[in-house]
Nanobody
Framework: QVQLDESGGGLVQPGGSLRLSCAASGNYAMGWLRQAPGKEREFVAA??????YTDYGDSVKGRFTISREKNTAFLQMNSLKPEDTAVYYCVVDQRLLQIRRLRGEHWGRGTQVTVSS
């Protein structure tokens, strides 16, 4: 059973920054999906197991950066907007494309990110 240890998140003002991290118990492609109340689940970002490729959702490009160190992934979120408010789920899979398609094999419990003044 893959274990995911998520941390980060919280409350931040618009324009602020937060960093999420996710430690996995194995070597996988890793990423984040998010879901806001009343909205569909959305792809945020993902990175391959060897950091060779990264991918971002259109709404976060240029503001969020995903990286990893061994089996821990990081999501640096800058220039946060109120519409970034959501529960962010760490997701891992053998393939980055599955995360892109919202079909990651293993999911974390999620962490709340709230952007509000």
């Amino acid at each position: 059973q893959v274990q995911l240890d998520e941390s980060g998140g919280g409350l931040v003002q618009p324009g602020g920054s937060l960093r999420l991290s996710c430690a996995a118990s194995g070597n996988y492609a890793m990423g984040w999906l998010r879901q806001a109340p009343g909205k569909e689940r959305e792809f945020v970002a993902a990175i391959t197991w060897n950091s060779e490729y990264t991918d971002y959702g259109d709404s976060v490009k240029g503001r969020f950066t995903i990286s990893r160190e061994k089996n821990t992934a990081f999501l640096q979120m800058n220039s946060l907007k109120p519409e970034d408010t959501a529960v962010y789920y760490c997701v891992v899979d053998q393939r980055l494309l599955q995360i892109r398609r919202l079909r990651g094999e293993h999911w974390g419990r999620g962490t709340q990110v709230t952007v509000s003044s």
